[in-house]
C-alpha cells in the first residue's frame, strides 16, 4: 500500500496576495514537507491544474496511480509527466518500461502512461499537467539536456540553464521543465526577472546545505513579497508573479512551467529599477 498525501492550492487573485501577512503567503505558495520517506506527497494546485509533488521509496517501491482529485482510473489517464531524480540512483516504471534514473536525469511520461511505480533510493520530484495528446515517454540524461549559459559573475548570477522537457530536445503538450545551476559565487537566479502571464510556474529549490536559504521574490512586479525558502520546497508562481531569488550558498533549481504555450523565451522581463 502506498501513503499518498494529496494536498490541493487554490488560485490566487494577485489583489488578494497583496494583503497577505508571511504564514498566509507561504500557505498559499510555498510547499513544503514534499519529500517524505516511503511516502508520495502531491500538490494539486488550479494554476493550469499543474502538480509537483516528491515521492521517496526509500529501497521500497511506491506506485501512484489513482488519485481522486482528477477522477480518473489512473493520474496520467489524461495528463502528462515530468519527473527528476534529485536523489541516488533509482527507478521508475510505467507505461510497460522500466527507466534507471541517477542523479539529475529527467523522465518524460505521456498521457495514457498508466501507473506510475517508483523504487530504489531516488528522491523524485515529480510535474504534471494536463495533456491532449500521448507523446512518446522519454528518459533525458544530463548529457542528453541543452545547456545554456546565462548571466556574469560581475552581477553575482552565472548559471546554467539545463533544459530536459523543452522544444529544442523533444515534444510535450503542456509542460516545460528543466534545471538551472549557479556558479560558485553566484547567487542570484533569473534576473532581470520576468512574468509570463501565459504559462504558471513552480521552482523546487535543492541542492542546498540544510542551513542555507533562498530568498525567494515573488508578487506582482511592483508589488514584491518574498519567502525564505529551505532545501527541496517549491515555490509555486502565479501567472501574475515575478519568480526570482538569491541564495545564502550553492543551489539549483528545477523550474517547470504549463499554460498556452512551450516558447521558453515567452518572457516579459521587468528591468530592476522598474521594480517597488
Ligand atoms: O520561464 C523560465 C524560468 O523562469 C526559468 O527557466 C529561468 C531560469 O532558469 C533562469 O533564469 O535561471
Ligand atoms: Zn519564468
Given at each position: 500500500m502506498t501513503t499518498l498525501d494529496v494536498e490541493t492550492r487554490h488560485a490566487i487573485h494577485p489583489d488578494h496576495a497583496k494583503a497577505m501577512d508571511t504564514q498566509a503567503l507561504r500557505d498559499n505558495f510555498l510547499a513544503e514537507g514534499?519529500?517524505?520517506?516511503g511516502e508520495i506527497r502531491l500538490v494539486y494546485t488550479h494554476y493550469d491544474r499543474f502538480t509537483v509533488g516528491g515521492a521517496v521509496p526509500n529501497g521500497g517501491k511506491l506506485t501512484l496511480g489513482?488519485?481522486?482529485?482528477?477522477?480518473?482510473?489512473?493520474?496520467?489517464e489524461r495528463r502528462e509527466m515530468g519527473i527528476v531524480n534529485i536523489g541516488d540512483a533509482g527507478t521508475v516504471e510505467a507505461g510497460g518500461e522500466t527507466y534507471a534514473m541517477n542523479k539529475g536525469d529527467v523522465l518524460y511520461l505521456g498521457m495514457g502512461s498508466g501507473a506510475v511505480t517508483f523504487s530504489g533510493q531516488g528522491r523524485f520530484y515529480i510535474t504534471s499537467c494536463p495533456a491532449h495528446k500521448s507523446y512518446t515517454s522519454r528518459l533525458i540524461t544530463v548529457e542528453e539536456a541543452k545547456k545554456v549559459e546565462m548571466g556574469e559573475a560581475a552581477t553575482s548570477n552565472k548559471r546554467t540553464i539545463k533544459m530536459f522537457i523543452h522544444p529544442l530536445v523533444m515534444e510535450s503538450c503542456q509542460l516545460v521543465m528543466g534545471y538551472t545551476s549557479l556558479e560558485e559565487g553566484s547567487v542570484w537566479n533569473t534576473i532581470p526577472a520576468h512574468v509570463h502571464d501565459r504559462r504558471m510556474e513552480a521552482y523546487l529549490y535543492w541542492?542546498?546545505?540544510?542551513e542555507s536559504r533562498v530568498i525567494h521574490f515573488m508578487g506582482e512586479p511592483q508589488e514584491t513579497r518574498h519567502l525564505v525558502v529551505a532545501n527541496e520546497q517549491a515555490v509555486i508562481s502565479p501567472t501574475w508573479s515575478i519568480h526570482s531569488g538569491a541564495g545564502i550558498g550553492e543551489y539549483t533549481f528545477i523550474w517547470a512551467m504549463a499554460g498556452?504555450?512551450?516558447?521558453?523565451?515567452?518572457m516579459d522581463f521587468i528591468q530592476p529599477a522598474d521594480m517597488r
Open positions: 514534499m519529500f517524505a520517506e489513482k488519485v481522486d482529485e482528477t477522477r480518473t482510473e489512473t493520474f496520467l541542492g542546498m546545505a540544510d498556452d504555450n512551450v516558447d521558453y523565451t515567452d
